[in-house]
């Protein structure tokens, strides 16, 4: 009886509100145990990040150590990894519960899309983070390269672990900006011509992000990343071509213009 009074199914606000809560404490709980696990390994992960540092103080016979520099400092840097841990360990769970609270939202042609961007995205933020750990030790080892001679370098465990968490975040979020260009061209937002138009305030965004990812001034070090972003910009604008392409040979063959093409295909996925 309910359904036949509520055909499409639609949710009050009430009703929103309530699925946004269970959405929001299952993805709490899946972060919360991925934290856990994260307090569990903390010391091998901490192993790996302070590693370039370990083996540029070795080959250079420098005196370089990390430390803590409070009582606390051990404890805090133990919680706050453990925390971005859980949140990286607990993505799958909480980007699903995500998913499926705006999913009911779009139409069928926004989710099919929404679902090839996280398949793309995910491996691009991979790249992003794989190349950011492989340039991690050049950085390092150039940034303690200007400490003077005969002179330590003590570096304070809670910043260097917050900067090559940064430095890998900042590398895999700009892999994954030109997925984000190419969603919003699929979905009617950007065409490839305002993409092209644009490349010059392209390259030199990428610049900045670079300059940013990169916190060496090594110009080589920039090129390392802003290539590959460049590269991946002007892949994007190649396939919103591509798509922009089909779809006005499409609308053509049917005599509608490309919004109006939009618009038929937004009504039948409605």
Known sequence: MARKKNPEKRMGLGGHLRELRN????????IMAGAVVGWMIFDQVFDLLQAPV????????????????????????????SIFLGVLLGSPFWLYNLWAFITPG???????????????????????????????????????????SGAANVINA??????????????????????????LNFIGILSAASIL????????????IAALATPVSDPMSMLLVMIPMTVLYFLSA????????????????????????NNLADESDS
């Open 23 to 30: 959405r929001l404490f299952w993805s709490a709980l899946f």
């Open 54 to 81: 370990v083996r540029y103080a070795a080959e250079n016979h420098s005196n370089t150590t990390i430390n803590f520099g409070s009582v606390t400092g051990a404890f805090d840097l133990r919680m706050q990894t």
């Open 106 to 148: 779009l139409k069928k042609k926004e989710r099919r899309y929404t679902i090839t961007f996280l398949g793309t995205a995910v491996p691009l933020f991979v790249a992003g983070c794989w190349l950011a750990w492989v340039s991690l030790p050049y950085f390092i080892a150039s940034l303690i390269s200007f400490t003077p």
């Open 158 to 183: 809670n910043e260097y672990v917050l900067f090559t968490i940064r430095v890998l975040l900042v590398f895999g979020i700009a892999f994954v900006l030109p997925a984000v260009l190419v969603l």
């Open 197 to 208: 138009k644009s490349w010059r305030l392209a390259v030199f965004i990428s610049a900045i």
């Open 238 to 261: 190649g396939i919103a071509s591509i798509h922009d392409k089909r779809a006005a040979k499409r609308a053509k063959a049917l005599g509608l213009d490309f919004d109006e093409l």
